[in-house]
T-cell receptor, first 110, second 112 residues
Framework: LAKTTQPISMDSYEGQEVNITCSHN???????ITWYQQFPSQGPRFIIQ???TKVTNEVASLFIPADRKSSTLSLPRVSLSDTAVYYC???????????FGAGTRLTVKP | DAGITQSPRHKVTETGTPVTLRCHQT?????MYWYRQDPGHGLRLIHYSYGVKDTDKGEVSDGYSVSRSKTEDFLLTLESATSSQTSVYFC???????????FGPGTRLLVL
């Protein structure tokens, strides 16, 4: 099973780059890696997804090394509104091996 | 936001009573999921559906059953609620394997 491990919490300041790493040592060949953001009292919201190397969109970058045993979500120049819990998800959506990490609570300070 | 609603949004019930939560979508997505979220555990998959009448178990399926009689609705039933099932329940939808999941607003369930 694709178990994931993330830091419980991280602190940052406005304008800094934040990197959150997720470990997934037993990731399967067909597994994708997806990151979600969740604000209090809301459902998670998709940020980015990747399979290998680097993926970038308008809000984040995702770095995946060649062995795919970890992944790093990079948030450039965070603001106070980026304070949230960030989850990594590993696994196929169509079977019960899908696993969310426990989440990383990011606090951005002024 | 994706057209996904959950009902009820809040519910208080007593141990031993049956409870049904409803997830409704207007996006015609094939996949639907039920998760529970508890402090320290993040999101855990309960059951999912990959089509009408096609469902499968997730990581924490014991004590829960689901039904999907039409594309737009996915029901989660607690046959006999227990205090350990007090949680926030999220429904999600997706178009297919590896596709983005869109989450509903959640249902807060308290079992006394």
């Amino acid at each position: 099973l694709a178990k994931t491990t993330q830091p419980i919490s991280m602190d940052s300041y406005e304008g800094q780059e934040v990197n959150i790493t997720c470990s997934h040592n037993n990731i399967a060949t067909n597994d994708y890696i997806t990151w979600y953001q969740q604000f209090p009292s809301q459902g998670p919201r998709f940020i980015i997804q990747g399979y290998k190397t680097k993926v970038t969109n308008e809000v984040a970058s995702l770095f995946i090394p060649a062995d795919r045993k970890s992944s790093t979500l990079s948030l450039p120049r965070v603001s106070l509104s980026d304070t949230a819990v960030y989850y990594c998800l590993v696994g196929l959506y169509n079977n019960n091996d899908m696993r969310f990490g426990a989440g990383t609570r990011l606090t951005v300070k002024p | 936001d994706a057209g996904i609603t959950q009902s009820p949004r809040h519910k208080v019930t007593e141990t031993g009573t049956p409870v049904t939560l409803r997830c409704h979508q207007t996006e015609n997505h094939r996949y639907m999921y039920w998760y529970r979220q508890d402090p320290g555990h993040g999101l855990r998959l309960i059951h999912y559906s990959y089509g009408v009448k096609d469902t499968d178990k997730g990581e924490v399926s014991d004590g829960y059953s689901v039904s999907r009689s039409k594309t737009e609705d996915f029901l989660l039933t607690l046959e006999s609620a227990t205090s350990s099932q007090t949680s926030v329940y999220f429904c999600a939808i997706g178009q297919g394997s590896q596709e983005t999941q869109y989450f509903g607003p959640g249902t807060r369930l308290l079992v006394l």
